[in-house]
C-alpha cells in the first residue's frame, strides 16, 4: 500500500474533513495548506498526484496520537524518516489505545480472521525471532474493518 493510500483511507474512515486533516498535521509539526493536502490524497493516475512519503505520513499518525490520547511533556516527537506497515499499525494501535483482542475484532470485521497472539507478532522488534512483517493485505484488511466500526 502506498502512504497516499493510507492516508485516503484513514481520512475516510474517521471522516476527517480538510480542516481537521490539516489540523492533525499541525499537532504532528508540519504546516501544509489545503492544495498540498488534497494533492496527496489525489489517486496515482490523476496529473496532480503528489507522493506523500514516509515522513509526511509519520507526522500525521503522529498528529492523530496526539489527538486522541493527548500530547505528552516535552518537545514533539520526531516523525520517522522511514515507516513501514508495522509501524504505520502500531501508530494506529497507540492512537486509538487497542489492545490486541480489538484488533482481531476489528480485522474480523473484515472478514479476515487472525488471532490476537498472530497480530502481538506484528509489534516485536525486527530482530525478535517471532517477529513477522505486516503485508499490504493485512494492512488493508485492518483499515477496512476500522473503517466498518467507525462508519456503520
Known sequence: MTNNDILRRLRYAFDFG???????????GLETNRAELSDWLKKAGDPAHVSCNDMVLATFLNGLIIERRGRREGPLPEPESRLNNNAVLTKLKIALSLRSED???????????VSPHELSSFFRKPS????RQCKDQMLRNFLRGLQIKLRE
Do not use: T, V
Open 18 to 28: 480538510d480542516n481537521k486533516m490539516i489540523q492533525l498535521f499541525a499537532q504532528g
Open 103 to 113: 484488533l482481531a475484532e476489528i480485522m474480523e470485521l473484515a472478514e479476515y480472521r
Open 128 to 131: 525478535h525471532a517471532k517477529y
